[in-house]
């Protein structure tokens, strides 16, 4: 069986993926800043993707969105696809407060030069 060229290696991830593949980017960029004097609130989190809406046929028999890729959009039409956007707020479900990339240890000015002439 040949391979499909407008196949893209987005193709086939279900939107759930997507948003746990980001969910997963934010927890490893909490973690990497530890011990930073830095700290960044992270704020809204814009996305949008092309879905197509399939029927699990092998699992539970519910409806999935899959991502696909604007080459298959374009091949497809747009009647088989669907736009899919949403804000996501992250929240640190410890503390139901704003997530932070960085360490909780407040920052100071000290290592950006002289404060005075």
Do not use: C, Y
Request: a neutral charge; zero cysteines; aromatic letters at 4%.
């Amino acid at each position: 069986m040949g391979r499909d060229p407008h196949h893209s290696e987005i193709e086939g991830i279900e939107l759930a993926d997507a948003v746990q593949a980001v969910r997963d980017g934010l927890t490893t960029a909490a973690a990497r800043g530890a011990g930073q004097d830095v700290v960044f609130d992270v704020g809204p989190i814009a996305m949008e993707f092309s879905v197509e809406i399939r029927r699990d046929l092998q699992g539970s028999g519910g409806v999935k969105a899959w991502v696909v890729s604007l080459d298959t959009e374009a091949s497809r039409g747009s009647t088989r696809t669907h736009r899919v956007s949403f804000t996501l707020t992250p929240k640190d479900a410890r503390t139901g407060g704003s997530l932070r990339v960085g360490n909780e240890r407040p920052g100071g000015l000290s290592r950006f030069g002289p404060a005075g002439p």
